[in-house]
């Protein structure tokens, strides 16, 4: 069975030194194998986050815009683009020039060039999420783009998101800033490693770094979490149909929990690990279940 975990999570449970390259050869002597590193922001290349300046009609196409777009540059970028979600002041995801896309979030990747749409030239392209391997982060319908104002509460977003921080996201990045280094994602390597049938607990973060802070002699750090004692009265009514195939089954219920979209930190994780995130109730089991392999 394999396993795909983010080194850069993994140093949350044991003090880690050196590259993952060097801890691949080594935990893969003496324990659970690491079969290939994966770098974390493989897709992100050239992508950095644009803040949208101006937004014109396009004088030949109804459907398509032209958004002059600050990346960084001494002058904003010309970009032709279709989203229906373009708004002024609005942070957004910019391929350049030499970056790879998948159009429409299909097929290979394909290098982004230098173009002229119907009569107006394109110097980029501001992506939708799938277009850029973020497609399991970021839902968006056909043809929007990655707002990401609004998604990290970065500020202004299509639909007038009021200036917060969400995550552990900074709350004004640069434009022309890499968007792998904004979302903590350059320099984290995914390691798919093989665990055997009979290593079940080294399926789960914990499990795993145990293992690693033995064979490389290295600082466990994680700590036991502290039970969290039930307030109130009100019980809840568990009824077991058959108590010979299940002897004993718990149930807790939790009031106060507002249903919505997770932290980016944890998306993160839960995507580094092949996990697609759905909403906080659900992350939060996978994210347990990962950690704990339970």
Request: with cysteine.
């Amino acid at each position: 069975m394999n396993s795909l975990v983010s080194y850069e999570w993994l140093t949350h449970y044991v003090k880690l030194r050196g590259t993952p390259e060097e801890f691949a050869k080594r935990m893969s002597l003496s324990g659970p194998a690491v079969e290939r590193l994966l770098p974390a922001d493989a897709e992100l290349a050239k992508i950095v986050v644009g803040r949208i300046k101006d937004i014109k009609k396009h004088p030949n196409a109804d459907k398509l815009r032209i958004v002059m777009t600050d990346v960084g540059a001494k002058k904003p970028a010309h970009i032709v683009c279709g989203g229906t979600n373009l708004a002024e002041g609005q942070f957004v995801a910019v391929a350049l020039i030499g970056a790879k896309v998948r159009w429409h979030g299909k097929g290979d990747l394909v290098a982004l060039e230098p173009a002229e749409i119907r009569g107006e030239k394109s110097e980029g392209m501001i992506c939708a999420a799938d277009e850029i391997g973020l497609g399991g982060a970021f839902q968006n319908a056909e043809r929007e783009i990655l707002d990401l104002g609004k998604e990290l509460g970065w500020g202004v977003g299509a639909h007038g998101d009021a200036p917060r921080r969400k995550g552990g996201l900074p709350s004004a990045p640069t434009p022309g800033a890499p968007l792998a280094d904004i979302l903590g994602l350059a320099g984290d390597v995914i390691m798919d490693i093989e665990v055997t049938s009979n290593r079940v607990d080294a399926m789960g973060m914990v499990g795993l770094a145990r293992e690693a802070a033995t064979i490389l002699d290295r600082p466990f750090v994680w700590k036991e979490p502290k039970d969290v004692k039930a307030k109130g009265k009100e019980k809840v009514a568990v009824k077991v149909a058959t108590k010979k195939l299940c002897p004993r089954y718990l149930a807790v219920r939790i009031d106060g929990v507002t249903v919505g979209s997770s932290p980016w930190w944890m998306k993160r994780r839960l995507l580094a690990a092949g996990i697609r995130p759905i909403n906080v109730i659900v992350d939060i089991t996978n994210y347990v279940m990962l950690e704990q392999a339970q």
